[in-house]
């Protein structure tokens, strides 16, 4: 009797049952899909084409121009700061940093006390630095050149700043990327030639690797803005809204006495400056998301770089970050720049030519 | 090419954990895992001008007992770190030339900070004559905190073997019979006050260290310091004239 029952009293559950089950099994299905076509995204947009070429170029020519500018303002004293003249400090008999006890990065090092050897590889170093500039030979170039600059900066870490670890740093992640396919000596000789294997299977892996780096470098200069940020929220100058203040009135980061008094001379424009370094450098990573919030936060952090460099007398530190921030403007707006530029040279040439024939 | 992703999320994480500021989520990796990787390649610290941005001027002087006729002469205090900083003031692309002296002056008052008063009236006394360095050394040890004297001795030596520099430069290796510096800190004129005309710098905070002998280190060239040194001493000097 309960046999006949059962069936009946079973059936709602049943059917839920099933429900359940075809529900899940839809549920896995869309999950399935997701997950496939985020994987095939992230697949194509790693392996089809190399991203922000045009970006990732100009932060070598910068970032070459960042040592080539340090290079040059140092060169009259550079036996006094670095070299024969420095043996003062102590890093001749035990260097402070691990790079000089490695056989590569202990070039400057040794030779710190012969001053010919030393004027020798400082003269090398800023040839590389023009070469990193034009892009000539960079598969060859850069690696060369990071290895002696690391061993020159690295020599004398007294005298050093946080640019010259994010200098190292990024250079060494470029070491990976495409970094003169587009402006370069390379990219002139490699349009005559040209090769161009973007799809084929090593072609492939060099897009893997430059994406992966470019992914790299963006995790890298995000995440040194946001702690930089969280690092200053605690102290009782920032949160007071006049920490800005405070540095440009000593001797050695207000470079400009006058312009710091000035500058810092009302109390809102130092608040608007002090939270103003905060808040871009915490919302920097989120103003990247989206085009017109990206503007804000690049012309927002450009500003407080061009800050650091004249008011601090920091120039080197700042264009190595500003140089870095040129991977997150889009290739569209670089060429558009270059194409802008391009006609206005046109422009100048005939109107020049033009004045010319007219004197005749 | 999963190899290579995976490899980017660690170098990524292991950034992370590096850059943010310390916190629970690092006993997700051993320490000793995070620095083997990060270290030296991707050494780094971002708390610059943070939670307090520098509030205060490090200066160093320096003056000699010279004996160039016979006769034993105390010279003039010279600041070192006017002559340095000028290099860097009002100039856009500054050398780091200007550096050497204030960073000498900060690290040195950072190790003398640290000492007990005991060791710091040591510290005030004269040591010159044979074996200064060691004697000093253990004098200061026989109160304690050997770990604290060892830094101080070392920025000490640092200090001198950069004043040694200076003294013979501005009156010559062969003159100079023993040196003496002076480290000060003073703090800027608080935000609140900036506009106050009354307003007045707080109070040059000293360290007090006796007459010292001088400290010259094994391939050192005196001249290359003395050229751009007495340059800027000299240009200055006929600036302040002007």
């Keep these: 009797m309960t046999k006949q029952h059962l069936p009946q009293t079973n059936r709602p559950i049943r059917t839920a049952w099933i ?25 194509s947009w790693l392996l089809d084409s190399r991203k922000a070429l045009y970006g990732i170029a100009v932060t070598r020519m910068l970032l070459g121009l960042s040592a080539l500018g340090l290079l040059l303002s140092n060169y009259s004293t550079r036996l006094y700061s670095f070299g024969s003249g420095s043996v003062w400090n102590g890093e001749v008999i035990e260097p402070k940093s691990d790079f000089p006890k490695i056989w590569l990065f202990s070039l400057f090092h040794r030779a710190i006390t012969n001053d010919y050897t030393y004027s020798l590889l400082y003269i090398a170093l800023i040839a590389l630095a023009v070469l990193v500039i034009v892009g000539w030979r960079t598969r060859i170039v850069l690696p060369a050149f990071l290895v002696m600059w ?63 780096g470019l992914v790299a470098l963006t995790a890298q200069v995000c995440f040194v803005y946001a702690s930089g940020a969280l690092y200053k929220a605690g102290g009782a100058p920032w949160s007071g809204g006049y920490a800005v203040y405070n540095p440009l009135q000593t001797e050695r980061f207000g470079t400009w006495p006058v312009l710091s008094d000035f500058v810092t001379s009302w109390g809102p424009m130092v608040a608007v400056a002090t939270w103003g370094s905060i808040i871009i450098q915490f919302a920097f990573v989120f103003l990247l998301l989206t085009r017109p919030t990206r503007i804000i936060g690049l012309i927002g952090i450009l500003s407080f770089h061009i800050g650091i460099a004249v008011l601090m007398g920091l120039p080197w530190f700042s264009l190595t ?34 004045a010319a024939s007219r004197e005749i | 090419m999963i190899a290579f992703s995976l490899f980017v999320a660690w170098h990524i994480f292991a950034s992370f954990l590096w850059i943010a500021p310390p916190s629970p989520l690092r006993e997700v990796v051993p320490a000793k895992m995070l620095s083997g990787y990060m270290l030296p390649m991707f050494g780094q610290s971002w708390s610059v001008f943070a939670p307090e941005p520098i509030n205060g001027d490090y200066r160093i002087k320096v003056r000699a007992v010279t004996n160039a006729s016979g006769e034993e002469q105390v010279t003039e205090w010279v600041d070192a770190t006017e002559v340095e900083l000028s290099m860097i003031q009002y100039n856009l692309f500054p050398p780091r030339a200007g550096l050497g002296a204030y960073e000498v002056a900060s690290q040195l008052k950072g190790s003398f900070d640290k000492l007990t008063d005991d060791h710091r009236v040591i510290a005030g006394l004269n040591y010159f004559d044979e074996d200064w360095q060691s004697r000093l050394e253990q004098k200061m040890k026989g109160y304690g905190q050997p770990e604290l004297v060892d ?92």
Excluded at chain 1, 337 to 352: D, I, P
């Design chain 1, 150 to 212: 690391v061993s020159f900066i690295e020599a004398n870490d007294m005298l050093g700043d946080q640019g010259d670890n994010m200098f190292r740093i990024a250079v060494l992640i470029m070491l990976f990327m495409d970094t003169s396919r587009r402006w370069s000596f390379d990219a002139k000789r490699r349009d005559k030639q040209k090769s161009s294997a973007d799809q084929s299977v090593p072609g492939q892996l060099g897009n893997l690797l430059h994406n992966l």
């Design chain 2, 151 to 242: 830094a101080y001795v070392k920025a000490e030596a640092q200090a001198l073997a950069y004043s040694s520099q200076v003294a013979f430069a501005m009156w010559g290796q062969e003159n100079v019979v023993r040196v003496q510096y002076q480290v000060t800190r003073q703090n800027i004129v608080p935000f609140a006050k900036r506009h106050d005309p009354e307003a007045e710098r707080p109070p040059v905070q000293h360290v007090t260290t006796g007459w010292r002998g001088t400290v010259v280190r094994d391939g050192q060239n005196s001249a290359a310091f003395e050229d751009v040194f007495v340059r800027q001493y000299e240009k200055i000097q006929q600036e302040g004239t002007k």
């Design chain 1, 321 to 354: 970050m500003v140089a870095i921030d040129s991977i997150f403007i889009r290739d569209r707006t670089w060429k558009g720049m270059s194409a802008r530029v391009q006609h206005l040279a046109l422009k100048a040439r005939t109107l020049a030519s033009g």
């Design chain 1, 19 to 43: 429900f359940l089950k075809l529900l899940f099994s839809h549920l896995v299905g869309i999950a399935k899909t997701v997950v496939v076509s985020i994987a095939s995204a992230l697949d």
